[in-house]
């Protein structure tokens, strides 16, 4: 990971909040990215298009095949989201294409700053009192015009949802005032709120549709720059420009995200000119890309942190020095180089290194010694200690495959490794009904992150370890309460101190965020949390 890149980065509530109290007003930038997302990386169970580019023996200069067409872009994912909805999931596959079919009332930009998106101003009046001016004439996909009832309903709808409810805890109170203001009265200083309404699980919807139990996994309906029109699961999904999106309309007509799981597929895909851009690109590939002319890579530190996530609530992994045994064990090094090819650096943290404040203090590191010291300290004996880990996709595979290395040479444990489909993999590891997975979470600031991965009002939600310790909820909420940045800071140590001397779950690495596209793509946009907008893409003549 680009540390220069990362040790930059300024948390959002400290940047959102000096906004709010200047009173501040006017657009936002089309740049943003995730206020959080993953649960784990979203996964997908076949491939669409696959085939044919699996098939291929010869790689064709990009630009040449069906993708060619200046009023089309082909996307080539590994990982197909588990609904279209925005309440219903908090997977980075769902969070892509949420981001394009609707807005939300801020949204961060390629600084990771939370600026407004259908808000047109805001001002903070107190410590807990917010008023929104919303923008006027924003139209749904629907027709109909957006205003404060439907902000209300959307709202209240994350803080029902199970998924995303962690981002509406924040939000406290909403009231109507008129039909393009809206106040919010939080419960106390709320250091992340416009962060928190940057989340896809507080995107607006129409509230009549809401109301009528309307099925948005079947039809979306936001007020994005792009409309979805067709799904065939599992192999691709078709949207269309919204000619009536408040921002202008796209330049591009029709994106189509095509579902090819197998990484060395979606690099054929490309060089055949079957795909236009990789979200995920196989990492092995990344230097072969790199020589091609016809192709650009964006390779860049991001703010993905990963990990193996073990369940807490079950044994061995109750046991807190069985836990740091495992992490002490694992060469992370060797994770970098067999499974990333370079591609990140090594994380002891349990939280992501790049945001203020943040440390490693408390936290194991890759010493065998130790290891075989804290296995001895927890009474355990190895040969009763195996277990199964989950691994999604390829790159984790190959990461589990290390793992199961060390494991097995270092403390004489024995695991198995286990393929899953997204949906599987996303209800058995928040429902808790699993051993071990490789994961990884996503996000714009500490706050956000800290509330997903280790709140335990995020149990059977991101909180996939299923931390329930009293203390770092406390840490958490003092976070969240603390608004002056210089001492917030200060909090978010005393919190990853703590944290890391729990050791939840293994820290692996810092991921690069890293791209491959046609060459003949303008516009593109990458932040680091994640998220291009593709409202912003063109062609170029």
Same mark, same amino acid.
């Given at each position: 990971?680009?540390?220069?890149?990362?040790?930059?980065?300024?948390?959002?509530?400290?940047?959102?909040?000096?906004?709010?109290?200047?009173?501040?007003?006017?657009?936002? !930038?089309?740049?943003? %990215? =995730? *206020?959080? #997302?993953? /649960? @784990?990386?979203?996964?997908? +169970?076949?491939?669409?298009?696959? $085939?044919?580019?699996?098939? !291929?023996?010869?790689? %064709? =200069? *990009?630009? #040449?095949? /069906? @993708?060619?067409?200046?009023? +089309?872009?082909?996307?080539?994912? $590994?990982?197909?989201?588990? !609904?279209?909805?925005?309440?219903?999931?908090?997977?980075? /596959?769902?969070?892509?294409?949420?981001?394009?079919?609707?807005?939300?009332?801020?949204?961060?930009?390629?600084?990771?700053?939370?600026?407004?998106?259908?808000?047109?101003?805001?001002?903070?009046?107190?410590?807990?009192?917010?008023?929104?001016?919303?923008?006027?004439?924003?139209?749904?996909?629907?027709?109909?015009?957006?205003?404060?009832?439907?902000?209300?309903?959307?709202?209240?709808?994350?803080?029902?949802?199970?998924?995303?409810?962690?981002?509406?805890?924040?939000?406290?109170?909403?009231?109507?005032?008129?039909?393009?203001?809206?106040?919010?009265?939080?419960?106390?200083?709320?250091?992340?709120?416009?962060?928190?309404?940057?989340?896809?699980?507080?995107?607006?919807?129409?509230?009549?549709?809401?109301?009528?139990?309307?099925?948005?996994?079947?039809?979306?309906?936001?007020?994005?720059?792009?409309?979805?029109?067709?799904?065939?699961?599992?192999?691709?999904?078709?949207?269309?420009?919204?000619?009536?999106?408040?921002?202008?309309?796209?330049?591009?007509?029709?994106?189509?995200?095509?579902?090819?799981?197998?990484?060395?597929?979606?690099?054929?895909?490309?060089?055949?000119?079957?795909?236009?851009?990789?979200?995920?690109?196989?990492?092995?590939?990344?230097?072969?890309?790199?020589?091609?002319?016809?192709?650009?890579?964006?390779?860049?530190?991001?703010?993905?942190?990963?990990?193996?996530?073990?369940?807490?609530?079950?044994?061995?992994?109750?046991?807190?020095?069985?836990?740091?045994?495992?992490?002490?064990?694992?060469?992370?090094?060797?994770?970098?180089?067999?499974?990333?090819?370079?591609?990140?650096?090594?994380?002891?943290?349990?939280?992501?290194?790049?945001?203020?404040?943040?440390?490693?203090?408390?936290?194991?590191?890759?010493?065998?010694?130790?290891?075989?010291?804290?296995?001895?300290?927890?009474?355990?004996?190895?040969?009763?200690?195996?277990?199964?880990?989950?691994?999604?996709?390829?790159?984790?595979?190959?990461?589990?495959?290390?793992?199961?290395?060390?494991?097995?040479?270092?403390?004489?444990?024995?695991?198995?490794?286990?393929?899953?489909?997204?949906?599987?993999?996303?209800?058995?590891?928040?429902?808790?009904?699993?051993?071990?997975?490789?994961?990884?979470?996503?996000?714009?600031?500490?706050?956000?992150?800290?509330?997903?991965?280790?709140?335990?009002?995020?149990?059977?939600?991101?909180?996939?370890?299923?931390?329930?310790?009293?203390?770092?909820?406390?840490?958490?909420?003092?976070?969240?309460?603390?608004?002056?940045?210089?001492?917030?800071?200060?909090?978010?140590?005393?919190?990853?101190?703590?944290?890391?001397?729990?050791?939840?779950?293994?820290?692996?690495?810092?991921?690069?965020?890293?791209?491959?596209?046609?060459?003949?793509?303008?516009?593109?946009?990458?932040?680091?949390?994640?998220?291009?907008?593709?409202?912003?893409?063109?062609?170029?003549?």
């Amino acid at each position: 990971m680009n540390k220069k890149l990362s040790r930059a980065l300024v948390p959002v509530m400290a940047l959102s909040l000096a906004a709010g109290l200047l009173a501040g007003c006017g657009g936002g !930038s089309k740049e943003e %990215a =995730p *206020a959080t #997302t993953q /649960a @784990a990386a979203s996964e997908a +169970t076949t491939a669409a298009g696959g $085939a044919s580019a699996a098939e !291929s023996t010869t790689a %064709a =200069p *990009a630009n #040449t095949g /069906a @993708a060619s067409a200046r009023d +089309t872009l082909i996307l080539a994912t $590994a990982n197909e989201t588990p !609904s279209v909805t925005t309440n219903l999931h908090n997977a980075v /596959a769902g969070d892509y294409l949420n981001r394009m079919t609707h807005n939300c009332l801020f949204k961060t930009d390629a600084d990771l700053n939370a600026v407004p998106d259908l808000v047109e101003s805001y001002e903070l009046n107190s410590d807990t009192e917010w008023i929104f001016h919303l923008k006027k004439g924003v139209k749904f996909h629907n027709g109909a015009e957006m205003t404060a009832k439907d902000v209300k309903a959307s709202l209240d709808l994350c803080k029902e949802s199970p998924e995303v409810s962690q981002y509406g805890k924040s939000t406290g109170t909403i009231e109507v005032v008129d039909d393009y203001t809206v106040k919010i009265t939080t419960d106390g200083p709320q250091a992340g709120l416009l962060s928190d309404l940057c989340h896809h699980g507080n995107a607006i919807l129409p509230a009549d549709l809401i109301e009528s139990g309307h099925d948005f996994n079947k039809e979306p309906i936001g007020t994005g720059p792009y409309k979805l029109v067709k799904w065939n699961k599992g192999e691709s999904l078709e949207l269309e420009a919204f000619e009536d999106y408040f921002d202008g309309v796209a330049p591009i007509k029709t994106v189509i995200w095509k579902v090819i799981p197998e990484g060395s597929s979606r690099t054929m895909a490309l060089e055949a000119g079957e795909a236009d851009l990789i979200v995920e690109v196989e990492s092995t590939d990344v230097s072969r890309l790199k020589d091609n002319p016809n192709v650009t890579v964006f390779d860049e530190g991001g703010t993905s942190h990963n990990f193996m996530m073990i369940n807490n609530e079950v044994a061995p992994f109750d046991n807190i020095a069985f836990r740091r045994a495992l992490a002490a064990a694992i060469d992370k090094n060797a994770i970098i180089q067999v499974a990333l090819n370079g591609g990140g650096s090594v994380v002891d943290a349990m939280v992501p290194d790049c945001f203020p404040g943040t440390t490693a203090e408390n936290a194991p590191s890759f010493d065998v010694e130790k290891a075989k010291a804290y296995l001895a300290e927890s009474g355990l004996n190895p040969a009763d200690c195996g277990f199964a880990l989950i691994c999604s996709d390829d790159t984790k595979l190959r990461v589990g495959q290390v793992i199961q290395s060390c494991l097995k040479e270092n403390l004489g444990i024995d695991i198995t490794l286990e393929s899953m489909d997204l949906a599987t993999y996303l209800d058995v590891t928040a429902t808790g009904d699993y051993q071990a997975a490789i994961g990884g979470y996503t996000s714009s600031n500490l706050l956000a992150y800290a509330l997903g991965v280790y709140h335990s009002s995020s149990i059977n939600a991101s909180n996939k370890t299923r931390t329930n310790e009293p203390e770092i909820d406390a840490l958490i909420e003092k976070i969240q309460a603390t608004v002056d940045p210089d001492e917030n800071v200060k909090v978010i140590t005393e919190f990853c101190k703590a944290i890391n001397e729990e050791c939840p779950q293994v820290p692996l690495y810092m991921r690069n965020n890293v791209r491959a596209y046609n060459s003949k793509i303008t516009g593109f946009n990458l932040n680091a949390g994640g998220t291009s907008y593709y409202e912003q893409f063109s062609w170029a003549e």
